[in-house]
């Protein structure tokens, strides 16, 4: 059974451009959730996807945006980089999200803004 | 709202001595728990989770917590440490909303440093 699978695995992009990570979650799940993970904040939640619908938003601005596929695949855009965009961002797939099921983590996309 | 608080930062024990790892929870009603190991430059990997079902539970690699709601406390313990234990570990609560949507809020993480 393969794995949550995120690409690319490391990026180096220039303040001020955009950006699209992708996330491909287990075959069946339809929740879809990204994280940020950055040495000062820890671990943040982003958004979160199920069936084609953000049902859930963290606290970042407007610049950080999402969206899942019919397959459930999904992607996340960062536009007008800045340097404290620099992280590792998670995805995690779950069959339905929420209380009763487990999260399984993809191995992340390190971003580097310069 | 729901939040975890790791106690302790950092922790070091000896090869073959127990481990304890110690999260404490901040919910209004019976939360969702699970606890979470991240090796370097690795995502995450899901070592167990509690859902209201047994107290104690088991999760892989001989980790197990035993959630207490007098304490409010979920802490993770383990027999005896192995060198591959060295990691950092994560106490994650999950958070439902009103649009039947959830989130995970992390703990600030503890590392932990297994030595010979």
């Known amino acids: 059974k393969a794995g949550v699978t995120q690409t690319p695995r490391y990026l180096i992009k220039t303040r001020g451009q955009q950006v699209t990570l992708s996330c491909s979650p287990i075959s069946g799940h339809r929740s879809v959730s990204w994280y940020q993970q950055t040495p000062g904040q820890g671990l943040q939640f982003l958004f979160e996807y199920f069936s084609e619908t953000q049902r859930n938003k963290g606290n970042f601005p407007g610049r950080f945006s999402g969206r899942q596929f019919s397959n459930s695949r999904s992607e996340m855009n960062v536009s007008t980089l800045e340097l404290g965009d620099s992280a590792l961002y998670l995805c995690a797939s779950s069959l339905k999200g929420g209380q009763n099921y487990g999260y399984t983590f993809g191995s992340g996309t390190r971003l580097t803004v310069v | 709202a729901q939040s975890v608080t790791q106690l302790d930062s950092h922790v070091s024990v000896s090869e073959g001595t127990p481990v304890l790892l110690r999260c404490n929870y901040s919910?209004?009603?019976?939360?969702?728990l699970f606890w979470y190991v991240q090796h370097p430059n690795k995502g995450l990997q899901l070592l167990l989770k509690y859902t209201s079902a047994a107290t104690l539970v088991k999760g892989i690699n001989g980790f197990e917590a035993e959630f207490k709601k007098s304490e409010t406390s979920f802490h993770l313990t383990k027999p005896s440490a192995h060198m591959s234990d060295a990691a950092e570990y994560f106490c994650?609560?999950?958070?439902?909303?009103?649009?039947?949507?959830?989130?995970?809020?992390f703990g600030k993480g503890t590392s932990l440093l297994v030595t010979p």
């Open positions: 919910s209004s009603y019976s939360p969702s």
């Open positions: 994650v609560v999950s958070v439902p909303n009103s649009n039947s949507g959830y989130a995970l809020n």
